[in-house]
């Protein structure tokens, strides 16, 4: 009987770690959701107030009608679907072909850019930006999204997960007659639809957040991204925290959005390429 109390004792404890961490992490965006509905200034009283006295939207209204956020909205939107699209064009076909497809040199290939990615992203960036001014693609979405284009982790992930689809199958497709094409086509995306989702997931939401490329590459601010639109917004109002916290509501929303409608999907792309 001590036993069996012991055991929902510590059961009791850890659920009530877990409650209270949950709330610790949770707390901070739900305060920042109250401030964005606060009054200009009333987030600033002492001690801060936790809930708004009189809901307002006018921090939103001043953002979408003086700021002109909506603009940086639609461009971050459009970066993000375009480098989507990109990362799964390129990263899915190269790790399907290090995983299935039998060419001279591919392990050691793979292997070097394994090693690459202990090189941290900010290192390549000076010299990436010489070669797009070169090219005449600085101050261009173009410019902002070659980087999306292809990416280590990404092709590794892919390929991990592709390693999971059986050999045999693709045998009998080629023995069918089916070429390279029509069984990546028909067999291979199909069967990679969990990690395609978590693909797309991940980068979705990188492009969302980037702050650093889009700082770099753009300089046109009709062009500025939804971060680098609000940090500059920042320095011309340091002292309006309400509206600062609404631009930030409206950056953390969608993404949220997007990932609780996949995480299902994203989840078991990342157990199922992880357990081969």
Not at 155 to 184: H, K, M, N, S
Not at 186 to 211: E, H, M, R
Not at 212 to 218: D, E, F, N, T
Not at 226 to 239: G, T
Request: net charge positive.
């Amino acid at each position: 009987m001590s036993l069996r109390s012991n055991t929902w004792s510590a059961r009791g404890s850890i659920n009530a770690l877990l409650v209270a961490g949950g709330i610790a992490a949770v707390f901070p965006l739900l305060w920042m959701l109250a401030v964005s509905f606060m009054a200009p200034g009333e987030a600033s009283h002492f001690p801060p107030p936790l809930l708004p006295r009189q809901p307002t939207l006018a921090n939103y209204r001043s953002l979408f009608a003086d700021a002109g956020i909506g603009r940086y909205f639609l461009n971050s939107l459009l970066l993000a679907a375009g480098a989507t699209l990109l990362s799964l064009a390129f990263n899915v076909g190269a790790g399907y072909a290090f995983a299935k497809l039998h060419f001279r040199g591919r392990e050691k290939l793979f292997r070097m850019l394994l090693g690459a990615l202990v090189i941290p992203g900010q290192v390549a960036m000076l010299p990436l930006f010489l070669m797009l001014k070169q090219m005449g693609l600085v101050n261009s979405f173009v410019g902002v999204l070659i980087p999306s284009a292809a990416s280590i982790f990404s092709i590794f992930l892919v390929r991990q997960y592709a390693l999971t689809i059986p050999d045999a199958l693709l045998e009998a497709a080629r023995l069918d007659g089916a070429g390279e094409l029509r069984i990546f086509r028909s067999i291979v995306l199909p069967l990679l639809g969990p990690i395609l989702v978590t693909l797309a997931l991940f980068s979705f939401l990188g492009s969302w957040n980037d702050f650093m490329w889009p700082l770099i590459v753009l300089t046109d601010k009709d062009l500025y991204t939804l971060p680098v639109a609000l940090a500059s917004l920042s320095s011309e109002h340091v002292q309006d925290n309400e509206m600062m916290m609404a631009g930030s509501v409206l950056t953390i929303v969608p993404v949220l959005l997007v990932f609780l409608g996949l995480q299902r999907y994203y989840l078991q792309g990342l157990t199922m390429g992880s357990v081969k």
